[in-house]
């Protein structure tokens, strides 16, 4: 999509209201005053694969949600600031900004590719489709703890699911314009009708365009969301969706530490090279699922998704083997790497899951028996042109380097070419998997949980250069035990254990792919509800560990292995509540201690890993407190508030002493109604301006933070 297709894109979001104003007010129209009335469907809350009907109080895991209204009120559009606001998340690499990195209580996964995430129990962090909007989400639940027992491979830490909104039955919508520092802008409309008595559609989209405190940096990003729902009859539902985004932002590896000092240059200055133009990603997404529920108790939901995504661009990524890199001696001088990355990805995934309940001698089953099946196609292609060594004596050009006190960009017509092949390969990962899992109401304070799941995994690997495959084809059993006691009805404790497996993707030495990793966690915990649902809170503590992470060859320089080994630690607590006087509290804290436990090298750079040595980007403590006044002006409500997140201090690249300083940021928000439909709103980010570094890399690749910028935005509702 290229030129003004962001706009006409926002504007045919637009322009669905006003298309379908007239359809809505004849479905009004051509309701019957009796029988089968509209109002027997208006329920249209559709159910989620893996997760059942429990009560959250009485699953024995911390399960954190993060609602769309408290996203619209605090100013968040993306889900990287969405996950800030929830305990023992961690931003991870974001690939020079193309993609969400995250870890959840210390552990990151495969940080070379995007962190792996969920919408509507769907996979959608496995391809390239750039970082995910927010718009058209319902919520956003972040599931702690073993869930490989239900949604398979994954990261013991926990799973982030996020729920879209889905079409109602009645008319409703809204459009929203939003300005702000750095010539920001951003368009969202959203729209929802019924069709029929039984159809409805939704039409959610969004434009953003906007500048960058990094120096010529300039970013532009677009995204549409027609859906569908239809009762076929009163038990009897088919939802689809349809999710399309196309992002342009060029590749930016940050700044860079002087002799492991940050600083010495300012967070605004661009060490890539302008002529390179953005990196353009684009996602297709599609989801179908029926639903049928047999009576009360028993239903079965069916579903299928097939996603594309595809991402290409030019990049500098600044060199890091010493014997190439003049800047580790003259502290001014920065080579580069220019890099042409082609990935594109497909993804099918089908599924289904009979859930129910059923009494066998006074004690009550919630039972889940579940089957999927998810076949991923990932072609991967990169070249470069890499800096001489320096034994050669390269000229500046030669060396494709950058003063970083005094940057002179290069024309296009100059760039080195890319002409040396990285990787060319072909991977296709197939994965069948069963699961079933009873939670039992032992008594009506006693509830057991067990868990199980199976996946037969296959990997094949083509690599084109000498035309080889390789493949491999590992099962696991993935168990899951937990047990919730409830003393009082505001007040339950629970303890859980989950093993599980998570893929590793390439090959040793000797042409042999990694063994997946495998995982063990155990959590305890508490959790609170006042009687009067004002006040929820819990508190969790938790042990993980993980072997197989890939680490470097000691026998063969330049390939991986599969040996190393991790644990992770710690405690998190989480609080909701509406006190006295009209305030609102949203507050998170979390301490987490992720290390290694076997003593290998990096497998990036070589450098000793010890025993003990903290994980990259990963604070032992972090923290985030929202509080919100609301009162009323005029008559018409209004609210204010302030937001504090805290982040200590984190390794900044594997193997060295070199850190990420600490840092506190403050937020100030606040809206007003103008009219019952019109809102007007905004937000101070980084109140006192600070500086700070969301992630690093390497200390030649660190992502800096914004400095202080506003936002503010109108909103009708109608």
Same mark, same amino acid.
């Given at each position: 999509?290229?030129?003004?297709?962001?706009?006409?894109?926002?504007?045919?979001?637009?322009?669905?209201?006003? +298309?379908?104003?007239?359809?809505?007010?004849?479905?009004?129209?051509?309701?019957?005053?009796?029988?089968?009335?509209?109002?027997?469907?208006?329920?249209?809350?559709?159910?989620?694969?893996?997760?059942?009907?429990?009560?959250? @109080?009485?699953?024995?895991?911390?399960?954190?949600?993060?609602?769309?209204?408290?996203?619209?009120?605090?100013?968040?559009?993306?889900?990287?600031?969405?996950?800030?606001?929830?305990?023992?998340?961690?931003?991870?690499?974001?690939?020079?900004? !193309?993609?969400?990195?995250?870890?959840?209580?210390?552990?990151?996964?495969?940080?070379?590719?995007?962190?792996?995430? !969920?919408?509507?129990?769907?996979?959608?962090?496995?391809?390239?489709?750039?970082?995910?909007?927010?718009?058209?989400?319902?919520?956003?639940?972040?599931?702690?703890?073993?869930?490989?027992?239900?949604?398979?491979?994954?990261?013991?830490?926990?799973?982030?699911?996020?729920?879209?909104?889905?079409?109602?039955?009645?008319?409703?919508?809204?459009? +929203?314009?939003?300005?702000?520092?750095?010539?920001?802008?951003?368009?969202?409309?959203?729209?929802?009708?019924?069709?029929?008595?039984?159809?409805?559609?939704?039409?959610?989209?969004?434009?953003?365009?906007?500048?960058?405190?990094?120096?010529?940096?300039?970013?532009?990003?677009?995204?549409?969301?027609?859906?569908?729902?239809?009762? !076929?009859?009163?038990?009897?539902?088919?939802?689809?969706?349809?999710?399309?985004?196309?992002?342009?932002?060029?590749?930016?590896?940050?700044?860079?530490?002087?002799?492991?000092?940050?600083?010495?240059?300012?967070?605004?200055?661009?060490?890539?090279?302008?002529?390179?133009?953005?990196?353009?990603?684009?996602?297709?997404?599609?989801?179908?699922?029926?639903?049928?529920?047999?009576?009360?108790?028993?239903?079965?939901?069916?579903?299928?998704?097939?996603?594309?995504?595809?991402?290409?661009?030019?990049?500098?990524?600044?060199?890091?083997?010493?014997?190439?890199?003049?800047?580790?001696?003259?502290?001014?001088?920065?080579?580069?790497?220019?890099?042409?990355?082609?990935?594109?990805?497909?993804?099918?995934?089908?599924?289904?899951?009979?859930?129910?309940?059923?009494?066998?001698?006074?004690?009550?089953?919630?039972?889940?028996?579940?089957?999927?099946?998810?076949?991923?196609?990932?072609?991967?292609?990169?070249?470069?042109?890499?800096?001489?060594?320096?034994?050669?004596?390269?000229?500046?050009?030669?060396?494709?380097?950058?003063?970083?006190?005094?940057?002179?960009?290069?024309?296009?017509?100059?760039?080195?070419?890319?002409?040396?092949?990285?990787?060319?390969?072909?991977?296709?990962?197939?994965?069948?998997?069963?699961?079933?899992?009873?939670?039992?109401?032992?008594?009506?304070?006693?509830?057991?949980?067990?868990?199980?799941?199976?996946?037969?995994?296959?990997?094949?690997?083509?690599?084109?250069?000498?035309?080889?495959?390789?493949?491999?084809?590992?099962?696991?059993?993935?168990?899951?035990?937990?047990?919730?006691?409830?003393?009082? @009805?505001?007040?339950?404790?629970?303890?859980?254990?989950?093993?599980?497996?998570?893929?590793?993707?390439?090959?040793?030495?000797?042409?042999?792919?990694?063994?997946?990793?495998?995982?063990?966690?155990?959590? =305890?915990?508490?959790?609170?509800?006042?009687?009067?649902?004002?006040?929820?809170?819990?508190?969790?503590?938790?042990?993980?560990? @993980?072997?197989?992470?890939?680490?470097?060859?000691?026998?063969?320089?330049?390939?991986?292995?599969?040996?190393?080994?991790?644990?992770?630690?710690?405690?998190?607590?989480?609080?909701?509540?509406?006190?006295?006087?009209?305030?609102?509290?949203?507050?998170?804290?979390?301490?987490?201690?992720?290390?290694?436990?076997?003593?290998?090298?990096?497998?990036?750079?070589?450098?000793?890993?010890?025993?003990?040595?903290?994980?990259?980007?990963?604070?032992?403590?972090?923290?985030?407190? /929202?509080?919100?006044?609301?009162?009323?002006? +005029?008559?018409?409500?209004?609210?204010?508030? /302030?937001?504090?997140?805290? =982040?200590?201090?984190?390794?900044?690249?594997?193997?060295?002493?070199?850190?990420?300083?600490?840092?506190?940021?403050?937020?100030?928000?606040?809206?007003?109604?103008?009219?019952?439909?019109?809102?007007?709103?905004?937000?101070?980010?980084?109140?006192?301006?600070?500086?700070?570094?969301?992630?690093?890399?390497?200390?030649?690749?660190?992502?800096?933070?914004?400095?202080?910028?506003?936002?503010?935005?109108?909103?009708?509702?109608?």
């Amino acid at each position: 999509m290229k030129g003004h297709s962001g706009i006409r894109f926002f504007c045919a979001a637009t322009a669905a209201y006003l +298309m379908l104003q007239p359809v809505a007010r004849a479905a009004e129209d051509q309701a019957p005053a009796t029988g089968d009335t509209l109002e027997e469907i208006t329920v249209t809350a559709q159910k989620q694969q893996y997760v059942g009907t429990v009560p959250a @109080k009485d699953v024995p895991q911390n399960v954190q949600t993060l609602s769309g209204a408290t996203l619209q009120e605090v100013g968040i559009s993306r889900l990287a600031d969405a996950l800030d606001l929830v305990s023992g998340v961690a931003r991870q690499n974001s690939y020079g900004g !193309l993609w969400d990195g995250f870890a959840v209580r210390g552990f990151a996964g495969d940080i070379n590719v995007p962190s792996g995430f !969920l919408v509507n129990g769907f996979n959608y962090g496995r391809g390239f489709g750039g970082t995910r909007d927010v718009s058209g989400v319902e919520r956003i639940d972040v599931l702690k703890g073993p869930t490989s027992a239900l949604f398979g491979r994954g990261e013991p830490g926990g799973t982030v699911n996020i729920i879209t909104k889905q079409p109602q039955f009645t008319p409703e919508g809204s459009v +929203m314009l939003e300005g702000g520092s750095y010539s920001h802008f951003r368009g969202e409309a959203d729209y929802t009708t019924p069709l029929s008595r039984r159809l409805a559609v939704r039409m959610n989209g969004a434009f953003e365009d906007e500048d960058s405190f990094r120096d010529t940096v300039h970013a532009r990003k677009e995204t549409v969301s027609p859906s569908i729902l239809w009762f !076929l009859n009163d038990n009897t539902s088919v939802s689809y969706q349809f999710a399309y985004t196309h992002q342009e932002v060029p590749f930016d590896r940050g700044v860079v530490a002087v002799n492991g000092k940050l600083g010495v240059i300012p967070i605004s200055r661009f060490l890539g090279e302008p002529a390179d133009g953005p990196t353009k990603t684009n996602d297709y997404g599609h989801q179908l699922q029926l639903q049928h529920d047999f009576n009360d108790k028993w239903g079965v939901l069916l579903g299928a998704g097939y996603r594309t995504t595809d991402l290409t661009g030019y990049g500098e990524t600044p060199e890091l083997v010493t014997s190439r890199q003049p800047f580790f001696t003259d502290g001014r001088t920065l080579s580069r790497q220019r890099r042409y990355t082609s990935y594109d990805t497909k993804d099918l995934v089908l599924r289904g899951e009979i859930n129910g309940q059923f009494d066998t001698f006074g004690i009550t089953h919630h039972v889940l028996v579940g089957a999927d099946y998810d076949d991923f196609k990932f072609n991967n292609f990169q070249t470069r042109s890499r800096p001489p060594a320096l034994s050669t004596h390269p000229t500046f050009a030669q060396q494709n380097a950058i003063d970083i006190y005094n940057p002179v960009y290069t024309p296009a017509s100059l760039l080195p070419a890319t002409t040396s092949l990285v990787f060319n390969q072909y991977e296709r990962d197939k994965t069948t998997g069963a699961y079933v899992q009873d939670q039992i109401d032992v008594t009506d304070s006693i509830k057991l949980r067990l868990g199980a799941r199976y996946d037969d995994f296959s990997q094949s690997i083509l690599t084109r250069a000498t035309n080889v495959t390789t493949r491999q084809n590992p099962d696991s059993f993935s168990p899951q035990v937990g047990i919730v006691y409830e003393p009082t @009805k505001s007040i339950s404790v629970y303890f859980s254990y989950g093993q599980g497996f998570r893929a590793n993707t390439g090959q040793d030495y000797y042409g042999t792919p990694f063994a997946p990793e495998r995982t063990e966690s155990y959590e =305890v915990g508490a959790k609170y509800v006042s009687p009067d649902q004002g006040i929820t809170s819990s508190i969790a503590l938790f042990k993980m560990s @993980k072997d197989n992470i890939i680490t470097a060859d000691p026998v063969h320089s330049g390939y991986v292995i599969a040996i190393g080994t991790a644990e992770s630690k710690g405690v998190e607590f989480d609080v909701s509540a509406k006190l006295p006087y009209d305030f609102r509290l949203l507050g998170s804290f979390a301490y987490v201690d992720a290390y290694s436990t076997s003593s290998v090298l990096d497998p990036d750079f070589g450098k000793v890993v010890a025993a003990g040595d903290p994980l990259i980007n990963i604070p032992e403590l972090s923290g985030n407190l /929202i509080l919100f006044k609301d009162f009323s002006v +005029m008559e018409k409500p209004a609210n204010v508030g /302030i937001g504090v997140n805290y =982040v200590d201090k984190r390794l900044g690249e594997t193997g060295t002493t070199f850190t990420l300083p600490a840092y506190t940021l403050v937020r100030l928000m606040g809206s007003v109604h103008l009219t019952d439909d019109i809102e007007l709103s905004g937000e101070i980010n980084n109140l006192f301006d600070k500086t700070w570094y969301a992630n690093s890399y390497a200390a030649l690749w660190v992502q800096p933070g914004a400095p202080r910028t506003f936002k503010a935005r109108v909103r009708y509702k109608f």
